[in-house]
């Protein structure tokens, strides 16, 4: 909007799905994550009334900011609970596969990568819970959440993949659980901001503190 001739700033609204020249596309047909659907929506001459207004005025910028620090959190969350689910499949499909007379959660192999794997997970999970303490606490939690979000998403597609590997040729089957998780895993290392814009979040603050 503008304020004055020249003078350009970001707002934040609530656009309402019955406004006109307001449009969703197609669904579009993801990788993974098949119950949570996924469209491109269009503005087409679409007026917003003025009390849609998201926070004050010029403020959109941090209006999309606070909500994307928040909401990585909550992807830092989704990834532990995938990486929970990926290692109790791949131990149980351990305990039961057998291989030279066997049980393949014998073999020290096996077993490295499941201890990997739930060390992967459980320093995911206290970064998650460390991000949510601070915002409970009224502190500031920027950085944090960055951290959780990048070191939770790439923790899950590495638990999933090892995972998949202990399933060996089964994992690559949609019979076995594992192959949608390993799918489902892909997904967090992307949105609210990829692994690479985490970094960038995390280096600059990090770069003011010093």
Do not use: W
């Not at 449009?23 to 990788?31: D, G, Q, R, T, Y």
């Not at 291989?99 to 970064?127: N, P, V, Y």
Request: charged share 25%; glycine share 8%; net charge negative.
């Amino acid at each position: 909007t503008e304020i004055k001739p020249g003078v350009k700033k970001l707002n934040a609204f609530i656009v309402e799905k019955n406004f006109p020249g307001f449009l969703a596309s197609k669904i579009e047909e993801k990788m993974g994550l098949h119950s949570s659907l996924t469209a491109e929506y269009v503005l087409e001459d679409c007026q917003v009334p003025a009390e849609n207004l998201l926070g004050e005025e010029g403020k959109g910028a941090a209006v999309a900011f606070h909500c994307l620090d928040g909401s990585r959190i909550g992807i830092a969350a989704q990834a532990v609970g995938l990486a929970d689910k990926a290692i109790e499949e791949g131990v149980k499909y351990a305990q039961q596969r057998e291989a030279f007379g066997r049980k393949i959660s014998e073999f020290q192999a096996i077993q490295f990568m499941i201890a990997d794997m739930s060390t992967l997970r459980d320093a995911a999970r206290l970064l998650t819970y460390k991000a949510a303490d601070l915002i409970d606490k009224g502190k500031p939690y920027t950085k944090e959440s960055s951290m959780a979000k990048l070191f939770a998403s790439e923790a899950a597609n590495k638990i999933a993949y090892q995972a998949l590997q202990i399933h060996g040729g089964y994992g690559y089957s949609k019979e076995f659980l594992i192959e949608q998780l390993y799918r489902d895993a892909r997904a967090f290392s992307i949105y609210e901001g990829t692994s690479e814009i985490q970094r960038l979040v995390i280096s600059r603050y990090l770069l003011e503190e010093c």
